[in-house]
DNA sequence: GCTTAAATACGCCAAATGACGTATTGCGGC
DNA sequence: GCCGCAATACGTCATTTGGCGTATTTAAGC
């Protein structure tokens, strides 16, 4: 077994630190370093073939949440597992949220380290047992699930949300135009419309981005 | 150290099973055994003195999450962590609501099982990776959270999940090939493959209805 | 060793989608 | 009355997707 590893951390010690935790470990080999989400993303741009990462989550330029978020969207089969020496509620709900596979401590020992590991990539998830309550408490008080607003202002016309929420449905563009008394003409022109205002260029994406703005 | 523990289950073996791992540790001891969740809190009523209960799910007269529900209202210092062989989503969520601390498959092994019990006593959760998993899974996808168990048993191989998670992300095609180091024509072929198993006929329907069944 | 399932890969074809441009109608505000 | 916007509608073209058949290679189970 061959497990590919990256380590994204902006202090060079903890790096070395993290390193030294895996050394004991034939199966694990680390690929490479980066010092934050932005230098990652350029790193796995260049070098993709990695299993899973390592991630912290405090880090200039791109934080470990956001770096999260970008690598899920792109390469969605590596595991990613935040490790930090912070455990906030908000750090770890948002960390779950962006898509992260496992939150583990940095003060986590080798052998839990590398069970974690091994764990994450058979399909299970990582977890201090700390912060294992703290997601069984979140899941208990689901009070400020949904309302993390980043709304950019985006402004689609009723008619347009009607389509929206058509094609969210799984529709296609005829049983949309059928269902509103419309020409499969002018659902394509309000679908063409609504990509523009959203930057988008296909359903899936424009469903995406309507959900976390609230307008579907 | 004198830790006070009950076992209920409805299997007798199983409770035989569970007290031989219990056995290798001097800090556990088994207090005692219930068959199902009346008769334990029939016993409890005449002896409180339990630092933790391990419980079982299903179980006849009252099952395991009504237990905790009554147990933690009225006893709420006694910590519970659930140990059943089945590892369903309504159980687990269920579970956590009545306030479990913990769950954890019989599979388990003695080392794990112990460990799991100091680290609950000591204010954390104990948790299965893969159980762990599907509380993130949870926590990200607040929506399936009231609805139905009606898993319809739909397997996809891990390469059809990957596919599908990618696909989910909104990529077409051949970024997915790229991604997977694949051949376009072998993603089609998954992909066909997926929706022949999830008899649907379009990507909206697809990730929708893995969704709804937990694969993604 | 044989069987099965999974993963890999192509080709063909029809349908659906996305990106253009263009045009008409109706309605509210100034 | 004019302006601007939303809503309506068509046509064209390239790309993407979905459905179907077929085939080889690998891994796993018996």
Redesign the interface.
């Known amino acids: 077994m061959n497990i590919k590893i990256a380590i994204v951390d902006d202090n060079n010690f903890l790096i070395r630190a993290i390193q030294e935790k895996l050394s004991f470990f034939d199966d694990l080999h680390v690929k490479f370093t980066a010092v934050n989400g932005k230098d990652l993303l350029e790193k796995l741009e260049s070098n993709?073939n990695v299993d899973l990462i390592l991630m912290d989550v405090e880090m200039p330029k791109m934080n470990g949440v956001q770096a999260t978020s970008a690598v899920?969207?792109?390469?969605?089969?590596i595991k990613i597992i935040m490790l930090t020496v912070f455990d906030n509620d908000e750090n770890i709900?948002n960390s779950?949220?962006a898509?992260?596979?496992?939150y583990l401590l940095k003060e986590v020992n080798p052998k839990d380290l590398h069970q974690?590991i091994l764990?994450?990539l058979?399909?299970?998830?990582?977890?201090?047992?700390?912060i294992?309550?703290k997601?069984?408490k979140?899941?208990?008080n689901?009070f400020d699930?949904?309302n993390k607003a980043q709304t950019e202002d985006i402004k689609l016309s009723s008619r347009e949300i009607e389509v929206l929420e058509q094609l969210?449905?799984?529709l296609?563009y005829n049983n949309i135009a059928d269902n509103l008394f419309l020409s499969p003409s002018t659902v394509r022109k309000h679908i063409e419309n609504i990509y523009t205002k959203l930057q988008?260029h296909?359903?899936?994406?424009a469903?995406?981005k309507a959900k976390s703005n609230n307008l579907i």
């Open positions: 993709r899920k969207a792109k390469y969605p089969h709900f779950i949220k898509g992260a596979d496992g974690g764990e994450t058979n399909g299970g998830a990582a977890m201090n047992p700390s294992a309550l997601t069984l979140l899941l208990r689901p699930f949904g969210s449905k799984g296609n988008v296909n359903k899936l994406e469903i995406q």
